[in-house]
Nanobody, 128 residues
Framework: QVQLVESGGGSVQPGGSLRLSCVVS????????IAWFRQVPGKEREAISC????????TYADAAKGRFTISRDSAKNTVLLQMDSLKPEDTAVYYC?????????????????????WGQGTQVTVSS
């Protein structure tokens, strides 16, 4: 079992920045990769970024490339998502996710169906 707790959401103006955190915990369990998804009402969860915790290799969805940066703090069991140049269309609930033996895909976006463990989500609102 693994527990994921997100924080760092909030309201910002277009062009602003936020940094989301995902603290990973759980005994006898190691999540090899952590992914960030986002969801707006009425739509499926959308993959944003994924990081392999062993080497820090990361993947990004097209919507995140050039604006978002994922990183890990191994000492704190935390995965961060730095979001810059935010746009109103980035407004969503952001979730981090993990699953046993999962590694970030390098052949396309990660699929929410492949993840068993989810955080509670943190709201990000971008509005003027």
């Amino acid at each position: 079992q693994v527990q994921l707790v997100e924080s760092g959401g909030g309201s910002v103006q277009p062009g602003g920045s936020l940094r989301l955190s995902c603290v990973v915990s759980g005994s006898n369990y190691y999540a090899h990769a952590i992914a960030w998804f986002r969801q707006v009402p009425g739509k499926e969860r959308e993959a944003i970024s994924c990081i392999n915790r062993s080497d820090g290799s990361a993947t990004y969805a097209d919507a995140a490339k050039g604006r978002f940066t994922i990183s890990r703090d191994s000492a704190k069991n935390t995965v961060l998502l730095q979001m810059d140049s935010l746009k109103p269309e980035d407004t969503a609930v952001y979730y981090c996710a993990a699953d046993s033996m999962y590694y970030c895909r390098d052949d396309g976006p990660d699929d929410a169906k492949d993840f068993s463990f989810w955080g509670q989500g943190t709201q990000v609102t971008v509005s003027s």
